[in-house]
């Protein structure tokens, strides 16, 4: 079955640490995603992916990083310099579903600060 | 600034009829989504409005007026199933998805 994966589900944080979230898609689409969902709050976008090697940032990048060196992968690194880092991360590739381009969303990894 | 408003939560009973409205301004306008995401879990795609009018997908509609920045979902012969959030996007001129913050649907039997 062709999808998006996401692992760790749960991640924890010290202080000063980096850590890094795994995305993962089958799906042969182009286009990935990082938003960032808090409670409250609508999906906020990190970082984004139109095609492999090429990266752009999206509304609220400081403190993290990615790489996109495979189509299929677009891990997302939260660094020490994030400092409220605690909030659902959810990576997302674009597709279409019958005629509508629209997004396909892994289930998401919740990262807690300890 | 772009901006998408939704009710923060509702409240219907099983086998009712429920609408959800949202009302948006964004800098230009490429279409209208709406997501369902159970608690803790990845949104779905439920549909996509462009043009002005109705859009009917089994028990769920959604209805677009672009004059007004305005759309509505609605969810007909509620089930238990149904409880999630809804969440409203809409895609600006530059082909980025805006979000809402998502209404909170609870179904009472």
């Known amino acids: 079955d062709g999808g998006i994966t996401q692992s760790p589900k749960y991640l924890f944080r010290k202080e000063g640490q980096n850590v890094t979230l795994s995305c993962e898609q089958n799906?042969?689409?182009?286009?990935m995603y990082w938003y960032r969902q808090d409670p409250g709050q609508g999906l906020r976008l990190i970082y984004y992916?139109?095609?492999?090697?090429?990266?752009q940032k999206g509304d609220i990048a400081e403190g993290y990083s990615v790489s996109r060196e495979k189509k299929e992968s677009f891990p997302l690194t939260v660094t020490s310099a994030q400092k409220n880092p605690t909030a659902f991360y959810l990576c997302?590739?674009?597709?279409?579903?019958?005629?509508?381009?629209?997004?396909?969303f892994g289930p998401g990894t919740r990262l807690l600060v300890l | 600034g772009q901006n998408i408003d939704q009710p923060t939560e509702m409240t219907a009973t099983e086998g009712a009829i429920v609408q959800i409205n949202c009302t948006y301004q964004t800098s230009g306008f490429n279409g209208l989504f709406w997501y369902q995401q159970h608690a803790g879990e990845a949104p779905t795609f439920l549909s996509y409005n462009v043009l002005d009018g109705l859009e009917e997908k089994g028990r769920f509609s959604s209805f677009l007026s672009r004059s007004k920045g305005y759309s509505y979902l609605l969810l007909k012969e509620l089930q238990m199933k149904d409880s999630a959030s809804y969440l409203c996007a809409v895609m600006d001129s530059n082909y980025q998805l805006i979000w809402g913050a998502g209404t909170k649907l609870i179904i009472k039997p």
């Open positions: 997302a590739s674009t597709g279409l579903a019958g005629e509508v381009e629209t997004q396909y």
């Open positions: 992916s139109q095609i492999v090697n090429d990266f």
């Open positions: 799906l042969n689409h182009d286009a």
